[in-house]
């Protein structure tokens, strides 16, 4: 974030404006209607200041900027269109620590006015931290057409029995209680004017729920797919926003753990090669034990939690203890690195089968099923077979596979950071050794990898001449942006 973004309280403290026109009016009406003692200072004002002036709503000093007009002011903003006198009142601002706010000069500012939507007491404020706008007017506009006016009556309803449910809850279900009544049919009868009958519906909800024995905990399975944030499902997003402890892996990345609940607690359960946080039959036991203290779990895992991720283990361990859970598919890391790798897993003409198999090292070998993984017009995937990728390869090629089956690793696919190395099967190892490739990969073999140079859509680099050992692939930081 460029800007902490932060609601002030000004009711009956004083506020500068430097400046008398159209903007300074703009602002000034803003400072008004949060409550604030309007101070201008300009040697004249337009008209619709002149008419507050009269109207005695704000203070008029009709001179030049003085230093002395920060005085006593908790905020001032600067709305001359002479900018060597818009820098002076910055400066002198910052220097008794004032927030100030230069009009169309973020880099003068050290807040920034956002665009508002105002369904009081409830605020939204989007922002583009002054790089445009026009954008967050657009923004703004799209809200106040997605958000009815009644909201801010039903916070007014929450405002009043806030309390109550205090008194009545305690802290562990509070906000369940919430979220069931801002989301259900009390909701709905605010919305629909039945302001009363919801007050009604309201209070009889909360004698039945602390009559009634505390909710029983839950588990979400959640797969948080390959590390794109944008391929989470929509089912995933509202259980990540509601959970109350968040047990993740390493696979899930930084922008996707942000999209969770953020006054949730976060427990890293992450396993690596030879190092693990804590052992399956410990995350097991702290999912049921959380549970059971009726907290919302979420189980958050990499790509899908049934395709390598030990699911299947922990739902079994959950439904012995009788404790409720959901599962939440994920898109598999295949999937993804596929698509965005531009490898096809299957095409009509080169593969129609697609196997998908781990590489995890077994003293020193691997155990795999060689014989099964060699057949023709298949393609194969390796989740966790970097480790072992030149002991992969001689095995692939010993039991019946060309060496010249073309074959590639992808590192942190669908991210900014992807990197591809395509090859050989008798040269990838090396190939990924030279470029330095670090978990999480994945590794594709088969005919299908030929198609990459046609269809590499997100890095757009398949210009590189077919047949090359190395072809390594980072998407552009603009594309990457916006992929």
Known sequence: MDYLPIFIKLEGSRA????????????????LEAGAQVVITAPSLGEELRQLAQAGRIEHRARAFSPSDLDDVVLVIAATDDRRINSEVSQLARARRLPVNVVDDPELCTFILPAIVDRSPVLIASSTGGASPVLARLLRARLESLIPASYGELARLAQRFR??????????????????VLSGPIAELVFSGRVEQAEQALARTLDETAARQPAAGEVYLVGAGPGNPDLLTFAALRLMQQADVVLHDKL???????????????????????????????????????????KRVLRLKGGDPYVFGRGGEEIETLAAC?????????????CGVGAYAGIPLTHRDYAQSCILVTGHLKDGTMDLDWHGLVRPRQTLVIYMGLMGLEALCQQLIAHGLSADTPAAVVQQATL???????????????????????????VIVGEVVRLREKLDWYTGSGTEPAGADLQIHAPPASRAATG
């Open 416 to 442: 900014p950071q992807q990197r591809t190395v395509s090859a050989t099967l008798s040269t990838l190892a090396a190939a990924a050794q030279r470029a330095q490739l670090k978990p999480p990969t994945l």
């Open 16 to 31: 500068a404006v430097i400046g008398g026109g159209e903007v300074a009016a703009r602002k000034a009406g803003l400072l």
């Open 252 to 294: 899930v990345s930084p922008p996707i753990l942000d999209l969770c609940r953020r006054d949730a607690e976060r427990i890293y359960v992450g396993k690596e090669r030879s190092r693990h946080t804590m052992r399956q039959e410990e995350i097991n036991a702290l999912m049921v034990r959380l549970a059971r203290q009726g």
């Open 322 to 334: 009788g404790v409720r859970f959901q599962v939440v598919p994920g898109i598999t890391a295949a």
């Open 163 to 180: 309390d109550r449910v205090k008194a009545a809850l305690p802290a562990s279900q509070r906000r369940r209680f919430w979220e069931r």
